[in-house]
């Protein structure tokens, strides 16, 4: 029973239907045409080639306004498309450029030094707290993670027995530049540029 339910639902039983209906479709059109004439026009049906060239051409005619409706979607749709597809790129991208690298300590600080020239406090804020990150690492005080964020970095600080102000200092501010749409300022930079010089120094001090 089930076999027999398959078979009559398949896909070869639908297209064996469907070219039946239209043959009793044609044969029913010819016999309306031919209806007005009487006797008159001879008994005949059409030829199963004849039927199975027009069953053909219905197929190709149903085919050609299925690629141009599915055509007419793409061109409407494939905006849409792309720009999903570029954000998500885009985030794939920036989720990568956020990923720690093996930059020095002297790099960030270049770097620090070279945004600060330009104006740009809010990197040269944000290369500072990198290159803090990065000497914690260094020293073997915290190692660095990517997944790591700056509250468990404070937490971490705390237990560590290390001044936490300057480091709230430049985690504040970064939290700052992530978070919220304040400008960062010169002052701003000045004061990350103290703290990280006190953390520098109170490690030398602990060393000595």
């Not at 070869?12 to 010819?30: H, K, N, P, V």
């Not at 197929?59 to 905006?79: A, D, H, M, R």
């Amino acid at each position: 029973m089930a076999a027999e339910s398959f078979a009559k639902t398949s896909w070869g039983w639908q297209l064996s239907q469907l070219q039946r209906q239209l043959g009793e479709w044609l044969e029913y059109q010819i016999s309306r045409w031919r209806s007005p004439f009487g006797g008159n026009l001879p008994n005949w049906s059409i030829l199963p080639w004849v039927e199975n060239l027009l069953i053909f051409m219905f197929w190709i005619l149903l085919l050609l306004f299925s690629v141009w409706v599915v055509g007419k979607l793409w061109q409407e749709f494939s905006p849409y498309i792309y720009s999903q597809f570029t954000k998500v790129n885009n985030k794939n991208n920036n989720t990568t450029d956020t990923q720690p690298k093996n930059v020095s300590v002297a790099e960030w600080l270049e770097r620090s030094q070279q945004f600060y020239r330009q104006g740009n406090y809010g990197d040269a804020c944000r290369c500072l707290y990198l290159a803090t990150l990065q000497y914690l690492h260094d020293t073997k005080v915290i190692p660095k993670k990517a997944s790591r964020t700056d509250g468990e970095y404070l937490q971490l600080l705390q237990l560590s027995a290390t001044p936490i102000q300057p480091y709230e200092t430049l985690i504040t501010t970064h939290e700052q530049l992530c978070f919220s749409d304040r400008t960062i300022s010169s002052d701003n930079y000045q004061q990350c540029q103290q703290a990280y010089g006190e953390i520098t120094s109170n490690e030398l001090r602990v060393k000595s």
